[in-house]
């Protein structure tokens, strides 16, 4: 019902950067919080950064100066800038959205985008 496009992933030398982008669609009231995670292979899911809707922003700390999150509201996109990549880096990037759709009664919602691929070559 609330959908997830994500797109900017893709093969980069470490020290380069990409900007990943999601963008929410569907019967969206607000949203409160908007986020990305990642996967490595034979690793747990981790939370890299995440916004809120007064804009405050919190990383993890193997990010902190090199990624930046942020959102447009008028595009219900959230975004994640990422510098100075590193091979660590390389995993699958989730964003996740959460907030209100519109139903039958007002709704909460958590949705979570397919996923795309970052590697990091070293």
């Known amino acids: 019902q609330v959908q997830l496009v994500e797109s900017g992933g893709g093969l980069v030398q470490a020290g380069g950067s990409l900007r990943l982008s999601c963008a929410a669609s569907?019967?969206?009231?607000?949203?409160?919080?908007m986020a990305w995670y990642r996967q490595a292979p034979g690793k747990q899911r981790e939370m890299v950064a995440g916004i809120t809707s007064g804009g405050n922003t919190n990383y993890a700390d193997s990010v902190k100066g090199r990624f930046t999150i942020s959102r447009d509201n008028a595009k219900n996109t959230v975004y994640l800038q990422m510098n100075s990549l590193k091979p660590e880096d390389t995993a699958v990037y989730y964003c996740n959205v959460k907030g209100l759709k519109v139903v039958a009664w007002n709704m909460p919602f958590d949705s979570w985008g397919q996923g795309t691929q970052v590697t990091v070559s070293s």
């Open positions: 569907g019967n969206i009231l607000r949203i409160n919080t």
